[in-house]
C-alpha cells in the first residue's frame, strides 16, 4: 500500500523550530515530487514548500521564504520540513504530499496525501 507519513510535528514557542518529516512508503515515491501544505482551523489547505524529485530544485510560499527549508534523502525516500523562527500564524495541521508535476501549488494537483501532523506555536 502506498502511503505517505508524517512525524515531527508539536507544541513549540514563537522563534522556535521544528523538523518535520515525511516518509513514503513505495519506492515509486522516488520519481515523485513532493510538497508540504498546511491548514489552519476554519482556513483552506495552503501550499507552503515544494521539492523536486531529483532534489535539485525547490520553491516556497512568500510567507514561509527565508525561515522553512524543504530538503529530501533520496537513500530514506523521506522529505523534511525544516522550519524556522515560527510564528503563532504557522500553527496548523502539515501535510505532505506528492505530484507528478512541477510548480504546482493547487491541492488538486497532487495524488497522494499523508495523515498530517499539528503544530502549534504559542505566542
Known amino acids: 500500500q502506498v502511503q505517505l507519513v508524517e512525524s515531527g510535528g508539536g507544541l513549540v514557542q514563537a522563534g522556535g523550530a521544528l523538523r518535520l518529516s515525511c516518509a513514503a512508503s513505495?519506492?515509486?515515491?522516488?520519481?515523485?515530487?513532493r510538497g508540504w501544505f498546511r491548514q489552519a482551523p476554519g482556513k483552506e489547505r495552503e501550499f507552503v514548500a515544494a521539492?523536486?524529485?531529483?532534489?535539485?530544485?525547490?520553491y516556497y510560499a512568500d510567507s514561509v521564504k527565508g525561515r522553512f527549508t524543504i530538503s529530501r534523502d533520496s537513500a530514506k525516500n523521506t522529505v523534511y520540513l525544516q522550519m524556522n523562527s515560527l510564528k503563532p500564524e504557522d500553527t496548523a495541521v502539515y501535510y505532505c504530499?506528492?505530484?507528478?508535476?512541477?510548480?504546482?501549488?493547487?491541492?488538486?494537483?497532487?495524488?497522494?496525501w499523508g495523515q498530517g501532523t499539528q503544530v502549534t506555536v504559542s505566542s
Open positions: 513505495a519506492r515509486a515515491f522516488s520519481r515523485y515530487n
Open positions: 521539492i523536486r524529485w531529483s532534489g535539485l530544485s525547490t
Open positions: 504530499a506528492a505530484t507528478t508535476r512541477w510548480l504546482s501549488v493547487a491541492t488538486d494537483e497532487y495524488v497522494y
